[in-house]
């Protein structure tokens, strides 16, 4: 993995109602931006997964989930964001485990009550047969009551970490059924039983029509199964899952299926204040996430196991085949996405499906996905897009004095002005940021001044005396496109 923690996620392509949940979760969590991003992302996918399908332009139809992955090392709050952001799936997981606590317990009451019924009906034919007594009515009721028999309720989970192929495949069972598999330990994921078999989770990505597991008693059959798959990791253990699975990983394409991320840390930044922490846009987002699931259970209750099929308008299909053929002219060898084609192959297919979520969830009137949401999508998997290629792929190298500048204003923006600094001191910066080489500071320095990104001032400026300050001009940092 090459390491860049200073490329800028871009929470401007979000709708105004999530990017302000995230913003909010970042002023009260202060974890990173991208971290964040990726639990409201998974969020979504398994919000919408089981309403919608996407009709892509090329006449594919995909389904409405995501995989995400997101490297964080220890202490980056994975946990607390995870939480906070999915509590309300969390809630309905534990809401549906009480439920069928309290119907296993009726279930038992009434087996108990068949069995006992049962017995008299068997006891009656055993006195008949033996007195030589005509049976025909009682092997009648013998047969309605069988067809009484209880039936055992199933736990309905939403959220699995590890689970083994079997276990997800009874979950799977059914018509429609839909579960995802996440942890803010993401070892426990890469670990577990699902990912020793990486094309069931290959196949699961692509809703299949159907899915089977051959056991000796009998086949476990899913038809239309939808599986979201999220995990955080922390940067070593990641490492270690490619060095022992990660050749197997690419060339399957399992990585390729995933939005994956490592963000700048915000550690040494999480400065904490006496004001209580104000939630005023998270519940709205936990209140978009209920209504989602709500109404999902309402329709599997009445036995309506379909989606609806999203498709786009005719400007955001020509913006799509746009994009698609600028993708592909860069795979042929040599080409800039050549080392990455994995998962360049599949980046438009995840810009669909990302624009149909963020469809369904800003509650967008019809089934039409516009030119806008088409848009907002594809720069935000731009952003995984550039993600991907600095830990997996191979690029051209950049000079060393637009890489220090680069690596310098992505610090500032996102160490600084995320956090709501419009300044920062000089020599912290010059200390604690990316460039230790004083020479190459200094040049990194000079060329933001040059281009108008940033401006020195001394504490006492008329004096020209006291700290120098790097104040940041709000033009360009308020519209960072890195």
Same mark, same amino acid.
């Given at each position: 993995? @090459?390491?860049?923690?200073?490329?800028?996620?871009?929470?401007?392509?979000?709708?105004? +109602?999530?990017?302000?949940?995230?913003?909010?979760?970042?002023?009260?969590?202060?974890?990173?931006? !991208?971290?964040?991003?990726?639990?409201?992302?998974? =969020?979504?996918?398994?919000?919408?997964?089981?309403?919608?399908?996407?009709?892509?332009?090329?006449?594919?139809?995909?389904?409405?989930?995501?995989?995400?992955?997101?490297? /964080?090392?220890? +202490? &980056?709050?994975?946990?607390?964001?995870?939480?906070?952001?999915?509590?309300?799936?969390?809630?309905?997981?534990?809401?549906?485990?009480?439920?069928?606590?309290?119907?296993?317990?009726?279930?038992?009451?009434?087996?108990?009550?068949?069995?006992?019924?049962?017995?008299?009906?068997?006891? $009656?034919?055993?006195?008949?047969?033996?007195?030589?007594?005509?049976?025909?009515?009682?092997?009648? &009721?013998?047969?309605?009551?069988?067809?009484?028999?209880?039936? $055992?309720? $199933?736990?309905?989970?939403?959220?699995?970490?590890?689970?083994?192929?079997?276990?997800?495949?009874?979950?799977?069972?059914?018509?429609?059924?839909?579960? !995802?598999?996440?942890?803010?330990?993401?070892?426990?994921?890469?670990?577990?039983?699902?990912?020793?078999?990486?094309?069931?989770?290959?196949?699961?990505?692509?809703?299949?029509?159907?899915?089977?597991?051959?056991?000796?008693?009998?086949?476990?059959?899913?038809? @239309?199964?939808?599986?979201?798959?999220?995990?955080?990791?922390?940067?070593?253990?990641?490492?270690?899952?490619?060095?022992?699975?990660?050749?197997?990983?690419?060339?399957? =394409?399992?990585?390729?299926?995933?939005?994956?991320?490592?963000?700048?840390?915000?550690?040494?930044?999480?400065?904490?204040?006496?004001?209580?922490?104000?939630?005023?846009?998270?519940?709205?987002?936990?209140?978009?996430? @209920?209504?989602?699931?709500?109404?999902?259970?309402?329709?599997?209750?009445?036995?309506?196991?379909?989606?609806?099929?999203?498709?786009?308008? /005719?400007?955001?299909?020509?913006?799509?085949?746009?994009?698609?053929?600028?993708?592909?002219?860069?795979?042929?060898?040599?080409?800039?996405?050549?080392?990455?084609?994995?998962?360049?192959?599949?980046?438009?297919?995840?810009?669909?499906?990302?624009?149909?979520?963020?469809?369904?969830?800003? +509650?967008?009137?019809?089934?039409?996905?516009?030119?806008?949401?088409?848009?907002?999508?594809?720069?935000?998997?731009?952003?995984?897009?550039?993600?991907?290629?600095?830990?997996?792929?191979?690029?051209?190298?950049?000079?060393?004095?637009?890489?220090?500048?680069?690596?310098?204003?992505?610090?500032?923006?996102?160490?600084?002005?995320?956090?709501?600094?419009?300044?920062?001191?000089?020599? &912290?910066?010059?200390?604690?940021?990316?460039?230790?080489?004083? +020479?190459?500071?200094?040049? !990194?320095?000079?060329?933001?001044?040059?281009?108008?990104?940033?401006?020195?001032?001394?504490?006492?400026?008329?004096?020209? $005396?006291?700290?120098?300050?790097?104040?940041?001009?709000?033009?360009?940092?308020?519209?960072?496109?890195?």
């Amino acid at each position: 993995m @090459n390491q860049n923690h200073y490329r800028v996620f871009p929470a401007h392509a979000l709708y105004s +109602g999530v990017a302000n949940a995230l913003v909010e979760m970042r002023a009260n969590v202060k974890a990173p931006d !991208a971290l964040i991003a990726g639990a409201i992302f998974t =969020g979504m996918s398994i919000c919408s997964q089981g309403d919608i399908q996407i009709l892509l332009p090329t006449g594919q139809i995909t389904p409405g989930l995501l995989y995400v992955a997101t490297a /964080a090392d220890s +202490g &980056e709050r994975k946990t607390a964001t995870d939480k906070l952001v999915l509590a309300p799936i969390y809630a309905r997981d534990a809401s549906n485990a009480m439920q069928f606590e309290e119907a296993k317990a009726l279930y038992q009451a009434d087996l108990r009550y068949w069995k006992i019924i049962d017995k008299a009906i068997q006891g $009656k034919l055993v006195k008949a047969l033996n007195k030589g007594h005509e049976t025909t009515q009682l092997r009648g &009721e013998l047969a309605d009551h069988l067809k009484t028999k209880p039936r $055992k309720p $199933k736990l309905r989970r939403m959220i699995y970490q590890s689970v083994t192929e079997r276990p997800l495949m009874e979950a799977l069972e059914g018509d429609g059924n839909c579960v !995802a598999i996440l942890s803010d330990e993401g070892s426990i994921v890469l670990q577990g039983g699902a990912t020793q078999k990486l094309g069931i989770l290959n196949k699961a990505w692509d809703n299949p029509s159907v899915m089977t597991f051959d056991r000796a008693d009998g086949n476990i059959v899913a038809r @239309n199964p939808c599986v979201t798959v999220s995990f955080m990791i922390q940067e070593k253990l990641f490492q270690e899952f490619l060095n022992k699975r990660g050749e197997i990983a690419r060339q399957s =394409g399992f990585l390729a299926r995933f939005l994956v991320c490592w963000p700048a840390s915000t550690q040494g930044f999480r400065y904490l204040s006496l004001y209580d922490p104000v939630w005023e846009h998270l519940p709205k987002l936990h209140q978009r996430m @209920n209504e989602l699931l709500e109404a999902t259970a309402a329709r599997r209750a009445s036995g309506d196991a379909s989606r609806r099929t999203l498709s786009f308008s /005719a400007d955001a299909k020509n913006l799509f085949v746009t994009l698609q053929n600028n993708v592909e002219s860069k795979l042929r060898d040599g080409g800039e996405l050549a080392s990455i084609r994995d998962f360049a192959s599949k980046s438009m297919e995840i810009v669909g499906r990302m624009a149909g979520i963020m469809h369904n969830f800003e +509650g967008i009137a019809g089934d039409v996905i516009n030119c806008e949401t088409l848009q907002r999508a594809q720069e935000i998997v731009s952003y995984y897009f550039e993600e991907y290629l600095a830990l997996f792929g191979a690029r051209p190298d950049l000079p060393q004095d637009q890489k220090d500048m680069n690596a310098l204003g992505d610090y500032l923006h996102t160490k600084y002005w995320l956090n709501g600094a419009w300044t920062a001191p000089r020599n &912290e910066v010059r200390k604690n940021g990316p460039i230790r080489h004083q +020479g190459r500071f200094e040049i !990194a320095i000079q060329r933001h001044i040059a281009v108008g990104n940033i401006a020195l001032r001394h504490e006492q400026q008329l004096k020209r $005396k006291g700290r120098l300050w790097i104040d940041m001009n709000p033009a360009v940092f308020n519209n960072v496109r890195r």
